[in-house]
Structure formats: C-alpha cells, structure tokens
C-alpha cells in the first residue's frame, strides 16, 4: 500500500520570501509519479507539479520546484518569491502502476499562509 | 482544471434524503474518478469509471452510494438516505484512458461539490 505524509500542518512565509514544504511518501514500487496540488479557499484542487520515479531532474514549473531525493523517499515542493496568492492548503500526493494505477494517493496537506 | 464540470456546487440535504452530484470529464476524457474530501483530510479515492463500466468501485462505502457513467450524459455519484457523516467535498477528476503513461496521467479535478447534511 502506498502512503504520504506530510508532517506540517500549518506554515508561515514572509511575501517574496521562498518555502519548502515537506513530503515523504512509502511505496515498494520502482515506479510511481508524485504530484503537488494546490487548494485554495474556494476549493478547488489545482494541478502544480509533476515529477516521475525515473526523472533525473527535479521538475520545475514557473515558480514551483520539486526538491525530489530518491534515497530518502522525499519529494519537497520549494516555492520561491513568495506571493499572497500562494496562501491555500497544498496536498502532496502519489501514483503508482498496475493495479490501482488510476488512483491518486494524498497526503493531508500543509496550509501555507503568507505573510505581507 | 476548468475543463471538468461538477454541479451543483453547493448541495444541502436533510438526513434521509437523497443526494445526486454530477460530474462532466474534461473533452476528449472517457475515465472518471470520483474522491471525497472530509474536513482537514485530503482527498480519498472513491470509485474509477469508464463509459458504462465501474472498474474500481474499492473506495466506495459499501452501503447507500452508488456510482454510474452512461454512454451519454454525466457521470453521476448518488448517495442515498444520507447522514450528516455524509457531509463532506466530492470532487470528480478525469483522465484520457489507461493506456496514458503513467509519467502524463494527471488527473484534472473539478471544483467538487459541497455536500450539508442538516
């Protein structure tokens, strides 16, 4: 079974300031995808980051980086320039093939506020 | 994603009663996946459909919800005689099929549905 944790519940940045949030993840699988969404107020869940099992760069999108470490079973998202827009939870979540392999498994999140 | 449509938005329903909530895939995507959101939880997989086939309903609780694609029309999860346990975000997300790669499966969610049971 797979599983993702993200051990902070709460984070503070200051506006243009970067931030890591943190995610760990356990699988036996070789092969898996790992994402990052973003939720807002409002509610909905936005698509950030993407990044495979057999990546060998971290995935960058704009602003957002995903510090991924392998050996230690971590896939970090850094947002840097912090913005007041980036204030919303942040789900880390995780894929993996065969059976199963449509469903996404999250973790229960990290709300970030920022600071002006 | 803008592209896959859930209504209603907000939905309240006095226990007993029941709920339909309606999810349109994005253009082009036959595969719908249904997850629910309790309070400060992130989401959890429901159920995997296809146009007129549940190919993994393993998330569903097994009483009083139900799940269906049909060949024409929303996807639409129902939850019967419903108990404020109920209350939660269902959010309904699609893909373009299974036989996408895993490196560029991204599920594109809707912006769920808000379910009050009073």
């Known amino acids: 079974a797979q599983k993702i944790t993200q051990t902070q519940p709460g984070m503070f940045v200051q506006e243009k300031e970067a931030v890591t949030l943190d995610c760990t993840y356990d699988?036996?699988?070789?092969?898996?995808?790992l994402f990052w969404y973003k939720q807002p107020s409002s509610g909905e869940m936005i698509f950030l980051i993407y990044?495979?099992?057999?990546?060998?760069q971290n995935a960058t999108e704009g602003r957002y980086s995903l510090n991924f470490q392998k050996a230690r079973k971590s896939a970090n998202l850094v947002i840097s320039a912090s913005q007041l827009g980036d204030s919303a939870m942040y789900f880390c979540?995780?894929?993996?093939?065969?059976?199963?392999?449509?469903?996404?498994?999250f973790g229960k999140g990290t709300k970030l506020s920022v600071i002006p | 994603n803008a592209g896959v449509m859930q209504n209603p938005r907000h939905l309240v329903r006095r226990r007993g009663q029941e709920a339909r909530l309606r999810c349109s895939p994005m253009?082009?995507?036959?595969?719908v996946y249904w997850y629910r959101q309790l309070p400060e939880e992130g989401l959890k997989f429901m159920v995997y459909?296809?146009?007129?086939?549940?190919?993994?309903e393993s998330g569903m609780p097994k009483e009083r919800f139900s799940a269906e694609f049909p060949k024409e029309g929303p996807s639409i999860l129902r939850i019967q005689q419903v108990v404020r346990g109920d209350s939660a975000a269902y959010f309904c997300?699609?893909?373009?099929?299974?036989?996408?790669?895993?490196?560029?499966?991204?599920?594109?969610f809707g912006q769920g549905t808000r379910l009050t049971v009073v």
């Open positions: 997300a699609s893909s373009p099929g299974q036989g996408t790669p895993l490196m560029n499966t991204e599920a594109f």
């Open positions: 699988t036996s699988d070789q092969s898996y995808g």
């Open positions: 990044q495979g099992s057999y990546d060998e």
């Open positions: 979540a995780m894929k993996v093939p065969g059976a199963g392999s449509y469903q996404l498994t």
């Open positions: 253009k082009g995507h036959s595969h």
């Open positions: 459909l296809q146009k007129e086939n549940i190919i993994d």
